[in-house]
C-alpha cells in the first residue's frame, strides 16, 4: 500500500490518503467502486469529510487560440465526521455512479489518450487538501462499441481522442465539455472528407450520436465542416444491418450539400439534421491528437496510440488550469 501525499495545506505531519479503485475498466453510467485507505498523521484530527472529484483533460478554443487543463466534472462525497487518531490506519469503502456522459479511455483494452482520473479530497479543519490523480478506465457501451466496430468493419481507422470545452448546440448534453473521436476516412470516402470526427452523448435511453466530416473542397470551393446527429437505444446493439445502418449515416453526411446557416463557422457551412444547432461559439475544433491510426480490421476499430502520454506526467504539464486555486482565493480574502 502507497500512501500519497496531499497538496500540503494540511501542513507537515498530517494524514496522508491512498485511494484503490477495485480492477478494470467500467463503463459509463456505471458503478465505480473501490476504497479510500488513510494512515493518520502525527497528531488526532477531524475529519470533516473524504470526497472523490471526477476530472478530465481538456482542450478549449478561444478567439486568442487554444488552452488546455484538467476540468472536475462530478463529486461523490466518501464519508466525513469522524476522528482520525494519531498513526491510525482506517479504510473506508466507497461506490458512485458515473455521469453518462464520462468519456471513454480504451477502446478493445488499448488506451485511447484520453486522461480521466478520480482526485481524493480530503477536508481537515476547514482545510481542503487534494492527492493524486488516479487514473479511471473507462470502456464503451455496447451500443458505442457496435457504432465503432461498423466503422472499423467499413475501413475507418482510429487516429485520435481528445475531449472539448464547450456545448453541442441541439443536443442534450449534460457535462461541459464532449469527447470527439477523430478517424480517419475509409478508402471509399477518402476523396470525398478528410476525417470522420464522432461524438457520443450518453443518456439512461440511449445515445445521441453526432457525426461531423471535415469534407474536402473541389477547384472551385473551399473544404467546409457538415454536421449530423442520430439517436440509437442501448438495446439496439444485436441489430443484423448495423454496417449498413452507420454506412447510411456516413453517406447523407457527406453527400448532403450544406446551406450556409446561423451555425456556419470558419471554415465552411454547417449542417445539423432536423434543424438543430451544432457547435455555436466553440468552433468545434479537435485539438493535437495523441494516437496514430492501426488497420481497422474484421474485429472492429482497431486501436494503437504511439507515442501516447502517461497520464500522470500529462497531469504534471497542464496543472490546475481550469480549476483554480483555492489557496490562492483564500489568501486574497483574507488580505
Not at 128 to 139: I, N, S, T, Y
Not at 158 to 168: H, P, Q, T
Not at 281 to 294: E, I, N, Y
Amino acid at each position: 500500500m502507497v500512501f500519497k501525499r496531499l497538496l500540503g495545506s494540511l501542513g507537515v505531519g498530517g494524514p496522508s490518503v491512498d485511494t484503490v479503485l477495485e480492477p478494470g475498466a467500467v463503463t459509463p453510467g456505471g458503478v465505480v467502486a473501490g476504497q479510500v485507505h488513510l494512515q493518520g498523521g502525527n497528531a488526532d484530527f477531524a475529519i470533516e469529510h473524504i470526497t472523490l472529484e471526477l476530472v478530465a483533460h481538456v482542450e478549449a478554443e478561444y478567439d486568442e487560440g487554444e488552452a488546455e487543463g484538467m476540468v472536475a466534472f462530478h463529486q461523490h462525497v466518501v464519508a466525513g465526521g469522524f476522528r482520525l487518531a494519531e498513526g491510525e490506519r482506517r479504510s473506508v469503502p466507497f461506490s458512485f455512479t458515473l455521469p453518462w456522459e464520462t468519456p471513454i479511455t480504451e477502446l478493445y483494452g488499448q488506451g485511447l489518450g484520453v486522461v480521466l482520473g478520480i482526485r481524493t479530497e480530503l477536508g481537515v479543519a476547514g482545510a481542503k487538501d487534494k492527492g493524486d490523480l488516479d487514473p479511471l478506465a473507462v470502456r464503451p457501451l455496447p451500443a458505442q462499441e457496435a457504432i465503432l466496430e461498423a466503422l472499423g468493419q467499413l475501413g475507418f481507422g482510429f487516429k485520435s481522442a481528445d475531449l472539448e470545452l464547450g456545448r453541442i448546440g441541439g443536443t442534450g448534453q449534460q457535462l461541459p465539455f464532449y469527447q470527439e473521436i477523430e478517424l480517419t476516412p475509409a478508402p471509399r470516402y477518402a476523396q470525398r472528407i478528410n476525417e470522420l470526427e464522432v461524438t457520443f452523448l450518453a443518456a439512461p435511453t440511449g445515445l445521441e450520436v453526432v457525426l461531423e466530416a471535415d469534407r474536402r473542397g473541389g477547384f472551385s470551393s473551399g473544404g467546409h465542416d457538415a454536421l449530423t446527429r442520430f439517436t440509437v437505444g442501448h438495446h439496439d446493439v444485436e441489430q443484423a444491418d448495423r454496417n449498413a445502418e452507420v454506412d447510411g449515416w456516413i453517406r447523407r453526411l457527406v453527400e448532403h450539400h450544406a446551406p450556409d446557416g446561423p451555425y456556419g463557422h470558419a471554415g465552411g457551412a454547417l449542417f445539423a439534421q432536423g434543424g438543430h444547432g451544432g457547435h455555436p461559439g466553440d468552433g468545434h475544433r479537435s485539438g493535437p491528437g495523441v494516437g496514430t491510426a492501426v488497420a481497422a480490421g474484421a474485429a472492429g476499430l482497431a486501436v494503437g496510440v504511439v507515442g501516447g502520454m502517461v497520464a500522470a506526467e500529462v497531469v504534471d504539464e497542464v496543472g490546475d488550469f481550469f480549476e483554480g486555486d483555492d489557496e490562492e482565493e483564500d489568501e486574497g480574502d483574507e488580505g
